[in-house]
Every structure is written in structure tokens, then in C-alpha cells.
């Protein structure tokens, strides 16, 4: 018994234990949308340390993910389909990829202002989905999603990114709820 209370007087000294610890992988999805930079934010601040990494600990790696819808070609009037031009698909998937580029230069640069560096991807497709597909083939240890505060109604309604992700991703998911200024907006 003695012996147990040695090695845990010892542990809790930190004389002579390694305390090796195992890097986390984070993946924060990211768009146009307050809560999302909100929840990077959080992560940024709660899971990774300004410090300078000991030897004996790994630095926590983060992903940055912007999904973009796909683009249908084809509209659905009251009348006959629509389809569109390819050059109107060209400058659509040009738009929507300097928007993702956009949206994750903004998120690096918050990285970058707490010391922490970042990798991006830019998927196409359900947000939902993808984001899901994306936390299992990289084999992240957690999710960190913003909430936009929508009530029962509208959640309902339009659905919920963090509420499908909590229930299908392989991994634990973190929902970060937004102060409630930015909940609203």
C-alpha cells in the first residue's frame, strides 16, 4: 500500500514520470457564418496551448473545412428545366471556390494570430455529409461545430449541421453555442 501512495505522491510531483501525451487532431468546419468563427475561436483557445510544445508532447494538429454546395445545372421553374450555360457553371464553381478560399484565408489568419498552424480543405456537397466523411478519413479525435441558435422550429425545418454531425461522426463533437449577440444575427 505504501508503494501505491509513493508512485502517486510521485505522479503528482511530476518527479521522474513521463507524461507523454498523445496529439489531438481537431476538425472545425468553417463558412460565411459568425458561430463558426466563434467555435474556431473556442477551440483555438480551450485546445491548443500558446506555449511552446515540451518534448515529451506533440502539438494538437487542427483542420480547417469549407464545404460548398454542389452547383445544379438545371433550374426548376413553374414551366419547362432550365439548364445552364457552361459558361455560366464555370463562373459559378469560380465563385464558389473564392469564397471557400476567402472564408479559410480568414480562418488561418486567426490561426496564425494564435501561433497555431492550420491545415485547409475545401469539399463539395452536403455540409452535413461531407464534414462526417471528412472527420472518419482523416481519423480526427474531435469535431468542434458552431451553433446558429436557431430555435426548434427553424432547426426543424432547415435542419441542423451540428445535431446530424453529433449524431453520425465517429468521433466526439464539440457544439460551440454562441454568445447570445451572435445567436441572432
Same mark, same amino acid.
Given at each position: 500500500?505504501? @508503494?501505491?501512495?509513493?508512485?502517486?505522491?510521485?505522479?503528482?510531483?511530476?518527479?521522474g514520470?513521463a507524461?507523454? @501525451?498523445?496529439?489531438?487532431?481537431?476538425?472545425?468546419?468553417? +463558412?460565411?457564418?459568425?458561430?463558426?468563427?466563434?467555435?474556431?475561436?473556442?477551440?483555438?483557445?480551450? $485546445?491548443?496551448?500558446?506555449?511552446?510544445?515540451?518534448?515529451?508532447?506533440?502539438?494538437?494538429?487542427?483542420? $480547417?473545412?469549407?464545404?460548398?454546395? =454542389?452547383?445544379?445545372p438545371?433550374?426548376?421553374?413553374? #414551366?419547362?428545366?432550365?439548364?445552364?450555360?457552361?459558361?455560366?457553371?464555370?463562373?459559378?464553381?469560380?465563385? @464558389?471556390?473564392?469564397?471557400?478560399?476567402?472564408?479559410?484565408a480568414?480562418?488561418?489568419?486567426?490561426?496564425? +494570430?494564435?501561433?497555431?498552424?492550420?491545415?485547409?480543405?475545401? $469539399?463539395?456537397g +452536403?455540409?452535413?455529409?461531407?464534414?462526417?466523411?471528412?472527420?472518419?478519413?482523416?481519423q480526427?479525435?474531435?469535431? =468542434?461545430? #458552431?451553433?446558429? #441558435?436557431?430555435?426548434? %422550429?427553424?432547426?426543424? $425545418?432547415? #435542419?441542423?449541421?451540428?445535431?446530424?454531425?453529433?449524431?453520425?461522426?465517429?468521433?466526439?463533437v464539440l %457544439? =460551440?453555442?454562441?454568445?447570445?449577440?451572435l445567436s441572432?444575427?
Open positions: 500500500m505504501e @508503494q501505491t501512495t509513493a508512485e502517486t505522491s510521485a505522479a503528482a510531483e511530476g518527479v514520470v507524461t507523454a @501525451q498523445k496529439k489531438m487532431k481537431v476538425l472545425v468546419p468553417v +463558412d460565411e457564418s459568425d458561430g463558426s468563427f466563434y467555435a474556431l475561436r473556442w477551440a483555438l483557445d480551450h $485546445l491548443f496551448s500558446s506555449s511552446e510544445p515540451q518534448d515529451e508532447q506533440e502539438p494538437n494538429t487542427i483542420t $480547417l473545412v469549407n464545404v460548398q454546395p =454542389v452547383f445544379q438545371f433550374i426548376y421553374p413553374a #414551366g419547362p428545366v432550365v439548364y445552364a450555360t457552361p459558361a455560366v457553371i464555370e463562373a459559378v464553381k469560380k465563385a @464558389q471556390e473564392q469564397n471557400a478560399a476567402n472564408i479559410l480568414r480562418a488561418l489568419r486567426i490561426c496564425k +494570430d494564435k501561433k497555431v498552424k492550420a491545415e485547409t480543405l475545401i $469539399l463539395e +452536403d455540409p452535413k455529409d461531407r464534414i462526417c466523411q471528412a472527420a472518419e478519413q482523416l480526427v479525435d474531435l469535431v =468542434v461545430v #458552431g451553433s446558429r #441558435g436557431l430555435g426548434t %422550429i427553424k432547426r426543424a $425545418l432547415l #435542419g441542423s449541421v451540428s445535431n446530424y454531425c453529433a449524431h453520425h461522426a465517429h468521433c466526439p %457544439i =460551440v453555442k454562441p454568445p447570445p449577440k441572432h444575427e
